[in-house]
């Protein structure tokens, strides 16, 4: 059986991939290491908890003595590493977290993983034949390492990085740091940059679920600037697919983007959106954009991102199997249906759950 170290589990990307898999692949032992930030959320596992194969660990990254002492026990035969500071507003008014989440925290599992990977512990290059043994590091990261487009043409595998937030920046770092492993080390590494995700379990701080939030209770929706900023959505199921696929057949030292060829201006997403709830929570027509606020623009905000996948989809045959009007319908029925995960956000109930089951421990 193989044990595969999923970071960031609890999260929203990282609990669908823990679930798919758990699910997906008996033969794997799925540990999930997650420090359980405000974005950590067990809530987002109630399905798989129970689940033979599957494993939680609470843990920071940053800890590099606890992340050795981990690999020394459970010998991970491959990392997927999505634990992060996620979100690109907190890391202009805290970059300091991002910058020891993103970057020490990468660090210390891509030296844990050397560690009980390479037979040369003192820096020296190690052996090739060592790769063969299956080992793998996977590198979740995301298609703001690239800047910001004007308003024609996409990222590729080959666009220069030129991020411009803290957030970014400290992800273009640990993509760097990642590659300077497999050049260096011969660290068995795979890097994958993604548009934005949407769909359930998604933390009300990002677009779609403040907005779904916010309309449900009819408070202001606050759209940045003009709203004429775009961004390429993605169903985060459609991500974790390709996750999986590059997991599995992605060639080592490669990076591949994944997007959904799917740009909208969020001025368009947010009026979509209202025009869903409008009918979902059977209000007259146009009743929930009147919540729409126009509120000072993020500062240094990337115009337009827009990816292009064609690498992914020409050598792995990945492609996004749902069409957004109907991934953000479903998305929207999840949080309606959810009233209980969405309420326990906002209250802070769901951190006391964390405070009684781990942080006492
Ligand atoms: P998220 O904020 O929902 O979840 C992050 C998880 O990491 C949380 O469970 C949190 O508790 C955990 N975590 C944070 N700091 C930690 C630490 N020091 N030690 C251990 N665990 C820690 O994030 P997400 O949106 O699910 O993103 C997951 C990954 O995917 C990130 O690396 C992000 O950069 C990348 N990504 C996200 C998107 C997107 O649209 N959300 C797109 C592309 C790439
Ligand atoms: O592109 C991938 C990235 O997508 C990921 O790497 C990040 O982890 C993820 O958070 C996301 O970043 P964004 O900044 O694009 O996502 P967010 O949902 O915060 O914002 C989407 C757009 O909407 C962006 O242009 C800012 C704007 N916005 C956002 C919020 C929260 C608003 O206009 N109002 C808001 O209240």
């Not at 002492?69 to 999505?82: A, R, S």
């Not at 970014?168 to 080390?185: C, E, L, N, P, Q």
């Amino acid at each position: 059986m193989k044990t595969i170290l999923i970071t960031g589990g609890a999260g929203f990307i990282g609990s669908h991939v823990v679930r798919l898999f758990v699910k997906k692949y008996s033969d794997y032992k799925i540990v999930n290491l997650d420090k359980l930030t405000y974005a950590g959320n067990l809530a987002n596992l109630e399905d798989v908890e129970k689940e033979k194969n599957y494993e939680f660990v609470k843990g920071d990254i940053v800890d590099g003595e606890f992340i050795n002492t981990l690999f020394t026990k459970y010998k991970f035969d491959g990392v997927i590493h999505l634990a992060a500071e996620s979100h690109v507003d907190r890391s202009i008014v805290n970059p300091m977290d991002f910058i020891m989440t993103n970057i020490v925290g990468t660090v210390n599992l891509l030296n844990a993983a050397k560690n009980i990977w390479m037979e040369n512990m003192d820096g020296k290059p190690c052996l090739p034949d060592r790769q063969a043994a299956g080992r793998k590091f996977y590198h979740i990261s995301t298609d703001e390492v690239y800047g910001s487009l004007g308003k024609e043409g996409f990222f590729t595998e080959k666009t220069s990085y030129d991020p411009r937030s803290p957030y970014s920046a400290s992800k273009a770092s640990s993509d760097h740091i990642v590659r300077a492993y497999f050049h260096t080390y011969n660290l068995p590494v795979i890097i994958s940059n993604c548009s934005n995700n949407y769909g359930a379990n998604q933390f009300p701080e990002k677009l779609i679920p403040l907005c779904i939030n916010n309309i449900k209770n009819n408070k202001p929706l606050p759209v940045y600037g003009k709203g004429e900023n775009v961004r390429d959505w993605l169903w985060v199921e459609d991500h974790v697919n390709a996750i999986d696929l590059i997991y599995h057949s992605g060639k080592t030292g490669e990076t591949y983007n994944i997007g959904g060829n799917n740009e909208w201006k969020n001025i368009d997403l947010v009026k979509q959106l209202c025009r869903i709830m409008d009918i979902k929570l059977g209000r007259a027509k146009g009743e929930s954009e009147k919540l729409i606020t126009f509120v000072k623009d993020r500062a240094g905000h990337d115009l337009r991102y827009a990816i292009d996948s064609g690498k992914l989809q020409k050598e792995l045959g990945w492609s996004p199997s749902l069409q957004f009007e109907e991934g953000l319908e479903k998305t929207v029925d999840w949080y309606l249906k959810n009233e209980k995960w969405l309420n326990n956000i906002t209250s802070g109930e769901y951190q006391k759950y964390y405070d009684n089951q781990y942080v006492k421990r």
